[in-house]
């Protein structure tokens, strides 16, 4: 996993305003600390599976690492298979109703103005299950990118100006615009809300990530070759050195002709089944036709444009007082794969026991059920564990998480005492 920023240097403790701002938050923060860092940190970890051996001229690491960054495919087309496996427990949907209730909308699950096809709600399917999509692109100003569903398709369309998100199931269309061939958001969309860059999707989105891990805590081999979508490819294995991390291994499978990631897999350090692993199943390089890109709304169907979307106050972010406020103060400890991120929710008592609809306080119950209790300098609190991103939740309310062990968790809170 990729160093979080650590240029943030602002502490939990900063200002009365901020403190008032997290205690309001804090009841919706905690319950969903664990699944929040989680869906967040997927986005920066990837991975491969083997098929086949072929003859390839030798590369160093470094050959590979550069043929990546000087990769430049404009055009191609695929079908991209993402699984993904935390291990956290069936909370039988709740997790997902947590989720699409910090994006808000009816198409999340709310019940504000939103659309059930705005991106920034419907691509965090991505983060849990299996998944299959359909990707094109053809230069700059056409990409699409299509999840398939049971009986139901959602596709994210950019062409030109315009972008558009088109969900089958409720027939509901999404539309915003860019100022074109330069990515820049236009004036109907801020640049926080450019939708094409929300959620990791293609291998090489993955990549960008993982490969910002790679500095002197990092080890980076060449582990051979293998063959991904009926093409030759090469294997850059990243692992970290430092003791610690719940990352064992990520392996990005290289295009040998044109560079392109076609594969990755993240393998944890306590072994087993990957827990996240993207990739090709095929893969074409020729232009797609630009019939591909094109897209009308369907009659009947209910169209919301960015503008109207965003005065919505419930949609497309947390609701006021919700998780944003909650993460001021968010600073990092410790460095590399073994840095955590630390914030104070600004709550007393650990998980909620009580709230005014009584949902979160038995939300907190439930979920204080899967944890560990850890005692410690800092005093006590509860552990969540998944098989990638580790959170502490103290009982005066901080929370310690990262891609680390329980024991880096508690060594770290004690630390900050």
Do not use: C
């Amino acid at each position: 996993m990729a160093p979080i920023d650590s240029d943030d240097k602002r502490t939990a403790g900063e200002g009365e305003e901020l403190r008032a701002g997290r205690r309001k938050a804090a009841r919706y923060v905690v319950p969903v600390a664990v699944m929040g860092v989680a869906a967040a940190t997927i986005g920066l970890v990837p991975a491969l599976a083997d098929s086949g051996d072929p003859d390839l001229p030798k590369v160093t690491a470094e050959q590979l690492i550069e043929k990546i960054a000087k990769s430049d495919v404009q055009q191609m087309s695929g079908t991209v298979r993402i699984n993904t496996d935390l291990g956290l427990p069936d909370l039988g949907g709740l997790e997902s109703g947590l989720m699409s209730g910090m994006s808000g909308g009816p198409g999340a699950g709310g019940d504000g103005e939103g659309s059930a096809a705005d991106p920034s709600a419907k691509l965090t399917e991505l983060v849990s299950g299996s998944h299959t999509l359909r990707v094109a692109a053809d230069g700059p100003d056409r990409q699409k990118l299509s999840l398939l569903e049971n009986a139901a398709e959602y596709s994210l369309i950019h062409n030109g100006d315009d972008v558009w998100g088109y969900d089958s199931k409720s027939n509901e269309v999404y539309h915003s615009t860019t100022s074109g061939s330069d990515g820049r958001p236009g004036k109907d969309v801020p640049e926080k809300d450019v939708p094409e860059k929300d959620v990791p999707a293609t291998p090489k989105d993955f990549a960008d990530q993982a490969l910002k891990a790679v500095d002197d805590t990092t080890s980076v081999t060449v582990g051979g070759t293998a063959q991904v979508a009926g093409r030759d490819a090469y294997r850059l294995v990243v692992e970290p050195k430092q003791e610690g991390s719940t990352v064992g291994a990520i392996t990005v499978a290289v295009d040998a002709e044109t560079g392109t990631p076609l594969k990755f897999t993240l393998t944890p350090a306590s072994g087993g089944a990957a827990v996240v692993d993207v990739g090709f199943t095929k893969v074409s390089f020729a232009k797609p036709d630009a019939s591909t890109f094109d897209f009308t709304p369907p009659e009947g169907a209910k169209v919301t444009e960015a503008d109207e979307s965003a005065k919505a106050p419930e949609h497309g972010r947390p609701a006021e007082g919700g998780l944003a406020e909650g993460l001021d103060g968010l600073k990092v400890v410790g460095e590399g794969w073994n840095a955590i991120a630390t914030f104070d929710t600004g709550a007393r008592g650990g998980l909620p026991t009580a709230s005014p609809d009584g949902d979160l306080g038995a939300l907190g119950g439930f979920l204080g059920s899967f944890g560990d209790q850890v005692k410690g300098d800092f005093g006590s609190g509860t552990v969540f564990k998944t098989r990638l991103v580790n959170a502490l939740i103290t009982d005066d309310g901080k929370v310690y998480a990262g891609a680390v062990t329980k024991d880096a968790l508690v060594k770290a809170a004690d630390a900050a005492q």
